[in-house]
């Protein structure tokens, strides 16, 4: 059941722009609520309550939520939430609530018909842990952190069973252990859901030691679904590539396992090709496919960057209007004096340099969308007459006195707290309720894990498809620097880099030291002026197999150029035959595979050398 309009602190962006930036460690929940969605922040320590009830830290509206319906107990050892025998249950991830129940990054809680999808708060690798599950994530951590240290393959699996297992754990793990290597861990991550951790697999199709484990656990449970994740390509970090994981298996058939990029989503909107991954940003593109098929007004809040744009032109293509014109207007680049004539029009000698009639960007907009990018600045006056041509589908032009109907929805957006624009006067309060009927938060690319990797590779190849150059692969440690930046710039920040890498970097690997001095825990400047970074790109890259290096590099850089080196060096003694050349070096068959696709190195038995993929 849809909640009422929602009052200013129901849709308020918190902790969007202005002085407050949010700590990108901190653990929240993203609500999705009827028309709108918020943030709501849970405590570092202590209890929330949820429900309908007055007394409840996260007070929700919606009739489907009891008035005392669960609680969210946080503690140093993570977050649980327990159900209070609410009369619709709380479920998470589509399963009923029992006992107290760990919350992952990723997992997405139902209270009622209130969707909530948890971001859980960044732990040290040391972290002590004491119950199982987060042995077993601690466990996970270290054995990220040192594939990514020392550039070594890890994959991670999934077993989703179809209804929670009460008993018979022990066939299941009988199967697994028998096998198992000395550095591979398994457990529960609740009663329907299985983690395998598994160092030295690289997650390849086929690849011996991932094809065993996955026979094993669907011959355990042939109706169970499996997912895999590989570190660095679908993660960086535990909490992401269990998420990752966990999403491809809902996406496998029963009794079949998928890998993690099944789980992400190419949406096609008329040519505007959006990748959605995240289970937040799953969830509001659903929500606003279903706002799509009503005439509300949207409000999509979110920083700079963060793909407002693409939301707002996503509520256009799924509704009514798609076959109608989409017209997108930056309010804060319109000049000062001339807002009202770019919105409404204007009549020939209306004021100087009118020397025609105009109709204004709403009046062209008829039949279709407007999309008012970053509304909170507009002028007082010109918000006034913006509310009543809204209110009255009707609008004047500058220098006229008749009124021409209007016939178009609006979709608004903004980085600002317009909650606090309306306490400081900067905005009419009348209009924010007007414009956020809906209101969807947009979570920024810092928040989104997940979505780096791949929105990187996706980038990447798409600006050196457009120069006309071979892909470039972005290797291991590349990837960990980007997925642990804060992107104030968001989505096209990392879209602006990945064009600048593709122009700049002269070999086959993106390496490191290829991006600004912050992703590389260098100081200065966040982003280098473009000329400085062509020259650093040109001269601290060596041409793929050659083993100079360059003295300003870090030590680990030049140990990577050594190793690569070397491995060029056997393959090319051993005739391209990897199994001869990683024994050559001294390097387990597994790990010589992985890094020679990390590097972009495509080996044909039989032939003299490796050649560039």
């Given at each position: ?45 202590g209890t929330v309550l949820v429900g309908r009830d007055e007394p409840a830290d996260l007070l929700l509206r919606d009739e489907s939520v009891s008035r005392r319906h669960a609680r969210i107990l946080v503690t140093e050892e993570g977050a ?115 983690l395998c951790v598994l160092p030295e697999v690289s997650g390849e199709a086929g690849e011996d030691g991932l094809g065993e484990r996955v026979e094993a656990l ?396």
């Open positions: 059941m849809s909640s009422p309009v929602p009052n200013a602190r129901d849709t308020r962006p918190l902790g969007m722009g202005g002085a407050e930036s949010p700590d990108s460690g901190a653990a929240y929940l993203l609500v999705m609520e009827g028309d709108s969605s918020w943030r709501f922040s849970l405590p570092a320590e649980r939430v327990v159900d209070l025998g609410s009369h619709n249950g709380t479920l998470i991830n589509g399963r009923p609530v029992e006992g107290a129940h760990l919350l992952l990054s990723g997992d997405v809680l139902s209270f009622g018909a209130v969707l909530a999808v948890v971001r859980a708060r960044v732990r040290p690798v040391a972290a002590r842990r004491t119950l199982e599950t987060e042995r077993l994530m601690a466990h996970l951590r270290e054995e990220v952190d040192r594939a990514l240290r020392y550039s070594r393959p890890l994959s991670v699996l999934v077993l989703a069973l179809p209804e929670p297992l009460t008993g018979g754990r022990d066939a299941v793990e009988a199967l697994l252990t028998a096998e198992a290597g000395p550095a591979e861990a398994m457990g529960w991550l609740d009663a329907a859901h299985l669907l011959a355990a449970h042939p109706r169970a679904r499996l997912g895999t994740a590989a570190c660095p390509t679908d993660g960086c970090d535990a909490d992401t590539l269990v998420a990752v994981a966990r999403t491809a298996a809902q996406a496998a058939k029963p009794g079949r396992a998928a890998a993690a990029a099944d789980g992400a989503t190419r949406l096609d909107l008329a040519g505007r090709m959006v990748l959605v991954a995240d289970p937040a940003m799953s969830q509001l593109y659903a929500l606003l496919r279903r706002l799509a098929a009503s005439e509300l007004p949207v409000l999509v809040c979110g920083e700079t960057g963060v793909g407002k744009e693409n939301a707002a032109f996503a509520v256009h293509h799924w509704s009514r209007r798609s076959a109608g014109p989409f017209i997108a207007v930056n309010c804060a680049a319109l000049p000062e004096g001339l807002v009202e004539s770019e919105l409404f029009g204007n009549e020939k000698g209306a004021f100087t340099g009118a020397t025609t009639s105009r109709a204004g960007l709403l009046e062209s907009a008829q039949g279709g969308t407007v999309f008012l990018d970053e509304v909170g600045e507009l002028p007082l006056s010109a918000q006034a007459k913006l509310l009543r041509a809204l209110e009255v589908r009707r609008i004047t032009r500058v220098g006229d006195t008749r009124e021409r109907p209007i016939d178009l929805r609006v979709v608004a957006a903004t980085h600002r707290d317009l909650e606090a624009e309306v306490v400081a006067g900067r905005f009419r309060q009348d209009l924010y309720f007007r414009l956020g009927a809906a209101t969807v938060l947009l979570p920024p690319l810092r928040e989104r894990p997940r979505e780096v990797p791949l929105l990187a590779r996706d980038f990447l190849a798409r600006a050196c498809q457009a120069l006309g150059r071979k892909e470039l692969v972005l290797a291991s440690d590349t990837l960990q620097a980007l997925s642990r930046d804060t992107w104030p710039g968001n989505v096209r920040e990392l879209r602006n880099l990945m064009d600048f890498v593709a122009a700049a970097v002269a070999g086959d690997v993106v390496d490191p030291h290829h991006l600004p001095p912050r992703m590389q825990g260098r100081k200065g400047a966040a982003v280098p002026a473009r000329t400085e970074a062509v020259a650093e790109a040109g001269a601290a890259s060596p041409s793929p197999g050659v083993g100079a290096t360059d003295s300003r590099l870090p030590l680990a850089q030049e140990l990577r150029e050594l190793e690569r080196r070397r491995m060029m060096e056997a393959l090319d003694a051993e005739d391209g035959v990897q199994t001869r050349a990683a024994a050559r070096i001294g390097m387990p068959i597994r790990t010589f595979s992985f890094k020679l696709k990390q590097l972009g190195v495509q080996v044909r038995p039989g032939r003299r050398g490796p050649t560039p993929e």
